[in-house]
Nanobody
Framework: QVQLVESGGGSVQAGGSLRLSCVVSGYTDSRYCVGWFRQSPGKEREGVAA???????SYADSVKDRFTISKDNAKNTLYLQMNSLKPEDTAMYYC?????????????????WGQGTQVTVSS
């Protein structure tokens, strides 16, 4: 059974940084797709960043050049380094995973989800 557990959320002032982590378990090897998503009250869940089976990354335009997604296969851990945070980045952040994903930033492509970690950025 695939499980994902996020950590690293918190409160930070605008311009600050946070690093989110997501431990992934249940896969037999490291070739799976992973992504970070976020959702704030009243809004749809949106894709933030993703890594496909071959290690290629994709980012939402709103976070390009500020966020970096990475994956440590030895630790089965996914990371999201978030720099230059803005109040509009405030949301619940989720990691997600699946074996095959055609569109990395589409939430409906992923079967497995973590419980979420809250990020709050104050101005």
């Amino acid at each position: 059974q695939v499980q994902l557990v996020e950590s690293g959320g918190g409160s930070v002032q605008a311009g600050g940084s946070l690093r989110l982590s997501c431990v992934v378990s249940g896969y037999t090897d490291s070739r799976y797709c992973v992504g970070w998503f976020r959702q704030s009250p009243g809004k749809e869940r949106e894709g933030v960043a993703a890594i496909d089976r071959d290690g290629s990354t994709s980012y939402a335009d709103s976070v390009k050049d500020r966020f970096t997604i990475s994956k440590d296969n030895a630790k089965n851990t996914l990371y999201l380094q978030m720099n230059s945070l803005k109040p509009e980045d405030t949301a619940m952040y989720y990691c997600a995973s699946d074996l095959w994903v055609d569109a990395g930033l589409a939430a409906n492509e992923y079967m497995y989800w973590g419980q979420g970690t809250q990020v709050t950025v104050s101005s």
